[in-house]
């Protein structure tokens, strides 16, 4: 940073301009100075800062995401902030990876390659206690974890798995997979120690307990989609024209049409007590408390929506409507 001159440096330097001490030019040429940029060739920087903002972005709304499911999921307050989105070489973030480590392997599927999470033991055990019925605010075990403990901590990878496509939708429809869980570092080489890593750092707290959430993504992962890395691209498929929301609409509607829902046509009801019911033999009647030409009330779900009255049709039980219930669509057993 230039040094800043005082009042009567400014008034000394004037009065020199002024009476010819110092040359106009002369200080041009000195204030010229050749600007050098260090880089590190073992360290290239491959990713624009334009496309970590995106990155960071992302992982932002998967941060809210996730954020939401865990508090529902652990049944306890958790609040996650994302705090750096960076680039670094393999070999910088896999040996500041402490052991024993909780590494989830992740196939980034149609990607081609892994991605890497590394997720706090201290959470994870937190995460292990809130299942089992703990409050989960003990403190942090430094030991391996137990088959048992991995296979419950393999069904919250999953679900939290089905959170990334949403996070990255704007950019491309992930599968992701869950390949495998690693505790040691050494066994976490998803990709050679000098490539380039986009890492998104993130803080987690489960209750009282705080801990990091690391995802690693290789630079030969995401090369294919970089060219849709940037924040220009990304506000511009984030503002959807009314069109698009129109066809959406067309969409949801169709797939609603298609939902399969359940429809019963209630014969009629009756009481009974236990004894009764428990000494009931084939060929005994039961006595409904609705008339032979009665209409029958049709539900969808658990909804009364329809009349209707019994019949049969191609030999099979059927039920003919014959009318429709006005207020069926607020009525709710």
């Known amino acids: 940073m230039a040094d800043v001159l005082s009042q009567n440096e400014i008034d000394a330097l004037l009065k020199a301009l002024n009476s010819g001490e110092v040359d106009v030019n002369e200080i041009e040429d000195d204030s010229i100075e050749k600007k050098v940029k260090n880089y590190d060739f073992r360290n290239p920087q491959k990713i624009a800062k334009d496309q970590l903002r995106t990155l960071e972005i992302i992982h932002e709304n998967f941060g809210r995401l996730l954020q939401t499911f865990l508090s529902g999921y652990l049944r306890a307050p958790v609040k996650i902030e994302v705090l750096t989105v960076d680039q670094f070489a393999y070999s910088e973030f896999n040996n500041s990876i402490s052991n024993p480590a909780f590494l989830p392997v992740i196939d980034f599927h149609p990607l081609n390659g892994q991605i890497l999470m590394e997720i706090s033991t201290g959470l994870a055990f937190t995460m292990i206690e809130r299942l089992l019925g703990g409050d989960g605010e003990k403190g942090q075990e430094t030991r391996s974890f137990t088959e048992i403990e991995l296979t419950l901590l393999r ?44 890492l998104a750092t993130m ?4 209750g009282e307990v705080e801990g990091m959430f690391n995802i690693c993504i290789p630079h030969l992962v995401i090369e294919p989609i970089l060219n849709r890395l940037s924040t220009k691209l990304w506000f511009s498929n984030a503002q959807r024209t009314e069109d698009e929301d129109n066809k959406d609409k ?7 049409k298609r939902a399969a829902v359940t429809v019963r046509a209630q014969l009629g009801s009756t009481t009974a007590s236990l004894k009764e019911v428990m000494n009931l033999n084939v060929g005994d009647v039961i006595k409904l408390d609705t008339k032979t030409d009665e209409q029958l009330r049709i539900f969808t779900g658990r ?10 049709n191609k030999n099979k039980l059927a039920v003919k409507l014959t009318d429709v219930k006005k207020d069926g669509d607020d009525a709710d057993d």
């Open 155 to 198: 069904g919250v990878l999953t679900r939290i798995l089905d959170i990334f496509p949403e996070a990255w939708e704007n950019v491309i429809e992930l599968k992701p997979k869950l390949e495998k869980i690693e505790i040691n570092s050494q066994f976490a080489q998803i990709v050679s120690p000098n490539e380039t890593i986009a």
């Open 203 to 206: 803080n987690v707290s489960i």
């Open 250 to 256: 067309d969409k949801m509607s169709k797939r609603i």
């Open 303 to 312: 909804v009364e929506k329809f009349y209707g009255l019994p019949g049969t």
